[in-house]
C-alpha cells in the first residue's frame, strides 16, 4: 500500500512541476478534454477508489491524520463529480483554463507541495 501512496505522490509532484513550468501548456491541454458520462464516471470512482485506498494506507505512514484527511478530500471529491452535471464540470474545466499564468502557477506549487508531502509520508 504504501508503494501506491510514494507513486500517487510522485505523479501529483510531476504534474505540479509540469504546471508550475509550462502553465500556457498546462492550459492549452486541459482546454481540450471534453467530458462525456462515461469519463464523469471514470473520473468519480477513480477518486473515490484513490480515496480509499490512501485511506485504508495511511495508518502506514508517518502522518496518518494528514493522509487519511486527504483521503477524506478524495471521496468528497469524487461523490460530488456523481452529484453534478456534466455541463457544470465542463465549464469548471475551460473557467480554469482561463486563469492567469500566476494563477496556475499558484495551481502546480500547490499540487508540487501535496505530491511531496504524499511521498514523504510514505517513505
Known sequence: MLYFVMILGLAIAAVGVF???????MAAMA?????SEAKR???????????FILFFAAYQT???GAVQVLAMFS???GIIVLLVSREWLQARV?????????????VGVGALVAGAFLFYAAV
Open 41 to 51: 464516471y471514470a473520473a468519480a470512482y477513480g477518486r473515490m477508489l484513490i480515496g
Open 31 to 35: 482546454s481540450g478534454f471534453q467530458f
Open 94 to 106: 475551460e473557467g480554469v483554463t482561463d486563469w492567469s499564468p500566476g494563477a496556475l502557477r499558484g
Open 62 to 64: 508517518k502522518f496518518s
Open 75 to 77: 471521496v468528497l471529491a
Open 19 to 25: 504546471t508550475l513550468f509550462a502553465p500556457a501548456r
